[in-house]
């Protein structure tokens, strides 16, 4: 069965640093792909990044990039610079490529910027 | 840039009550698709529909629920009695092909007291 898992629930990051939200996932599919959602606290679904399974090179978009680890199964987001507006939930979600494409999240990360 | 619209934005409804969520897709997209998020949980699939059809529904899309795209532009969930564990945000989402580009529109805040 496919499983993403996000093991920080919160993290905090001073203004102007770099920081790693943490994603593992799990899928016997060779083909798939891996998305970064932002959640501000509007509540609305806010894309990211996405990297698919066969793409060579890490996906980057300005400050998001995300650490592509196929071996080790892993999809982490790294931002950097932070700024205040960064503070927000993080999700990490996978779609499995079939005929309905749906997504399967992660638990979630709180992100908080420090002034 | 091309919007997914739900609305309302926010809707409280007494329990046993019908409820009809309503969101207009981007014009071109072919996947419509329904998720909820209990407030500070994870955001969990509910159904899929393509070519007028539900192609997949999850364990918590049961009986009580039904989607429809009644006009060609609209695609709505309905809960038909509502129950107060069916307080979330309810997200619709719609992608051109199955897995690619999804737009979430800005959710329904569903409160069942």
């Known amino acids: 069965a496919q499983k993403i898992t996000q093991t920080q629930p919160g993290m905090f990051v001073q203004e102007k640093e770099a920081v790693t939200l943490d994603c593992t996932y799990d899928?016997?599919?060779?083909?798939?792909?891996l998305f970064w959602y932002k959640q501000p606290s509007s509540g609305e679904m806010i894309f990211l990044i996405y990297?698919?399974?066969?793409?060579?090179q890490n996906a980057t978009e300005g400050r998001y990039s995300l650490n592509f680890q196929k071996a080790r199964k892993s999809a982490n987001l790294v931002i950097s610079a932070s700024q205040l507006g960064d503070s927000a939930m993080y999700f990490c979600?996978?779609?499995?490529?079939?005929?309905?494409?749906?997504?399967?999240f992660g638990q979630g990360t709180t992100l908080q910027v420090k002034p | 840039e091309p919007e997914v619209t739900q609305t309302p934005s926010h809707q409280v409804t007494q329990m046993g009550q019908e409820v009809i969520l309503r969101c207009v897709p981007i014009?071109?997209?072919?996947?419509f698709y329904w998720y909820r998020q209990i407030l500070g949980q994870k955001v969990e699939f509910l159904v899929s529909?393509?070519?007028?059809?539900?192609?997949?529904k999850s364990e918590i899309f049961d009986d009580q629920f039904s989607v429809e795209r009644p006009d060609g532009s609209n695609f709505t969930l309905k809960i038909r009695s509502t129950k107060l564990e069916d307080s979330a945000m309810y997200f619709c989402?719609?992608?051109?092909?199955?897995?690619?580009?999804?737009?979430f529109g800005s959710g329904t805040r569903l409160t069942v007291v």
């Open positions: 989402a719609s992608t051109e092909e199955a897995g690619s580009g999804y737009t």
């Open positions: 899928t016997s599919d060779p083909s798939y792909g």
């Open positions: 990297q698919g399974s066969y793409d060579q």
């Open positions: 979600a996978m779609r499995k490529r079939s005929n309905t494409g749906k997504l399967i």
């Open positions: 014009s071109n997209h072919l996947y």
């Open positions: 529909f393509y070519n007028n059809e539900i192609s997949e």
